[in-house]
């Protein structure tokens, strides 16, 4: 059985195993446009945007998914805020060389990611009522999150930390706003 250091080391291996991957195996021109496009569905811009207008504008359940979607991102950022603040972690770009990044790469400590914890807040509360669309919203949202690590801007773990977070925090609040 390995020590928890010993077990700690190795998923830390692991870990930039599964990013070297992402950020340098695959690499090609197209995913260079297509995760560079498809990340911005997470940003800050895309989501207050989609989120106010269904809620101030769509009628019914998808009026009230937007609502939700709303104060679950919200909550979610300052969730997000705070363990960023917290942890502090370096983004794999300024530690791991040869990462591949985009020009004005953020700076801000990059553990959870925020992208992901928005579309994944954002997501989660039209699971509820969408059907066969929620495959297409969980496919985009992990596509989302899979366009940061791609990016050199996150490690695997900041990208399944926010979709934890972006989840639950968007699941606690279609309970108790509904």
Known sequence: MLTNNR?????????????????????????DRFFGT?????G????IACTLSLALFAQGKWGLAGLQS???LTASFI??????KKFRRRRP???LPYTKVGRNPLKDP??????????FSIMTPFLFISGWFAL??????TLVGLSRIYLGLHYPSDCIAGCIVGTVTALFVVLFVG
Do not use: D
Not at 38 to 42: K, N, R
């Open 7 to 31: 077990y700690l080391q190795w998923l830390h291996t692991y870990e930039r195993r599964v990013f070297r991957w992402f950020n340098q195996t695959i690499s090609h021109a197209a995913l």
């Open 38 to 42: 498809i990340t911005h569905m997470g």
């Open 44 to 47: 800050a811009a895309f989501a």
């Open 70 to 72: 709303a104060i679950a």
């Open 79 to 84: 969730i997000t805020t705070i363990v960023k």
């Open 93 to 95: 770009y300024m530690v």
């Open 110 to 119: 990059s553990f959870p990611s925020g992208h992901t914890t928005a579309i």
């Open 136 to 141: 297409c919203l969980v496919l985009l949202a």
